[in-house]
């Protein structure tokens, strides 16, 4: 590391380590700029989190396979840094603007997920800021209770200041397939024949049962294979974000962020085993009148030992995102709910970085609450940050 930029970095924690400790007995905030955030927070007196200086890339070793970045960055700075080195982080979720601490505190998933697993199962290590100033190191050797029942604690357990991400090789260049499917079933089998091959990441949209698409991308090494054709690698990793005319990208889900009234939409990424994805996109299709739909595998092993993000590592999984008005929905509540409900017969659970309308029963049922009561009276003792069930249903 620099040793300009550590100080810099050391100076910033300390900072913000040293705001905490002052503000004691105040409920605690992560103070966010625009991000895919859709839960309503309840106003009151807080002692604000603010990470927007906390935004450099620490360190890029010559040799090595990791990326040491602070919890502020964006992947689009990330990505910056890395590109012009041939290297991508493992998995690049598709908003280019979420900052890489709320990735592993909310749970991400990107394309190249069906390969890794959610962004959390690139993780080699974090710093975290605890809600009471506290700044603690974790890793699959150190404080591991928080290294891995941190994904999906949505910042009620601490906010990360730095974290250290396995990186890969990329060229500048990629090359792009895309194959027509004709049912929601084939539509998962294509999804995770491609997550076998040699790709940088594979991914499915569902415009109706009958129509669908399977994207998939690898590094162009050589010629072009039939079927194929060259995409620079920043146009792939922001698919989502750039203005194309080809029908094929016209397939992009609404810009989420410009929705009229958030709370009456499903804003949501949900998982579930892949012998029932077809079946939920059908019903989402069907029933709610969403498209289109974007699914991505998700190796299960990566994460298993997530009890908030409960991925079983013999288990293959699909997440499903699924962003847009509901059909004729009486109120904000009711697709909503109707989808919690598929999703938890068919085995899967929410990423809960977006809306939530479970009941604290079910909740408990989807999320392993009794390991997360463990880390809370452990990491957040004085329970500055909010619970993860006040937080992500009733706004607090």
């Known amino acids: 590391m620099d040793t300009a930029i550590g ?12 705001g905490l400790r002052d503000a004691q007995g ?8 625009p991000s895919t955030l859709y839960r309503v927070r309840r106003a009151g007196p807080r002692h604000w989190v603010d990470l927007s200086g906390l935004d450099r890339v620490l360190d890029i070793p010559e040799r090595g396979d990791w990326v040491d970045v602070e919890g502020g960055a ?29 990735a592993l505190a909310d749970v991400a998933v990107g394309a190249a997920s069906s390969r890794h697993g959610p962004v959390h199962a690139t993780l080699l290590e974090m710093d975290v800021l605890l809600p009471d100033g506290r700044v603690v190191r974790c890793s699959d050797e150190e404080r591991e209770d928080l290294f891995h029942g941190f994904p999906g604690s949505c910042g009620t357990l601490g906010y990360v200041l730095r974290a250290r991400l396995r990186t890969e090789s990329a ?24 997550a076998e091959d040699d790709v940088l990441g594979t991914e499915g949209l ?10 998939s991308a690898r590094c162009l090494d050589g010629p072009l294979r039939q079927g194929e054709r060259a995409m620079k690698l920043e146009d792939w990793l922001w698919r989502w974000t750039r203005d194309r005319d080809e029908a ?43 498209q289109p739909l974007w ?38 509540s009711s697709g909503n709910r109707r989808l919690e409900t ?54 607090g």
């Not at 569902?206 to 994207?215: I, L, T, Y």
């Open 7 to 18: 100080d810099e970095h050391r100076s910033t924690v300390e900072r913000l380590s040293q």
């Open 295 to 332: 699914l991505c595998g998700l190796r299960g092993g990566c994460g298993a030992a997530s009890p908030l993000f409960p991925l079983r590592a013999e288990a293959s999984y699909v997440n499903v995102g699924i962003w847009g008005r509901v059909r004729g929905a009486g109120d904000s």
């Open 74 to 102: 964006t992947w689009r700075q990330l990505v910056a840094a890395l590109a012009p080195r041939g290297l991508v982080p493992a998995v690049v979720p598709e908003d280019a603007d979420q900052c890489v601490g709320a």
């Open 26 to 33: 105040l409920p605690v905030g992560l103070l966010r700029g």
């Open 248 to 290: 094929a990208w016209a397939w992009r889900p609404p810009a989420r962020l410009h929705f009229d009234a958030p709370d009456e939409d499903v804003v949501q990424d949900v998982v579930v085993p892949a012998a029932a994805a077809a079946e939920l996109v059908d019903l989402v299709l069907e029933d709610l009148g969403i």
């Open 342 to 395: 598929w999703v938890a017969r068919l085995g899967g659970f929410k990423a809960p970085y977006a809306q939530c309308f479970l009941p604290s029963d079910e909740f408990d049922l989807a999320y392993d609450m009794a390991a997360y009561a463990r880390l809370k009276s452990k990491y957040d003792p004085l329970g500055r940050a909010p619970h993860l069930y006040d937080k992500c249903v009733r706004g």
């Open 206 to 215: 569902a415009r109706s049962r009958h129509d669908g698409m399977v994207r």
């Open 171 to 194: 060229t500048p260049m990629l090359a792009v397939r895309e194959e027509p499917v004709a049912s929601s079933s084939d539509l998962v089998a294509v999804l995770l024949r491609d």
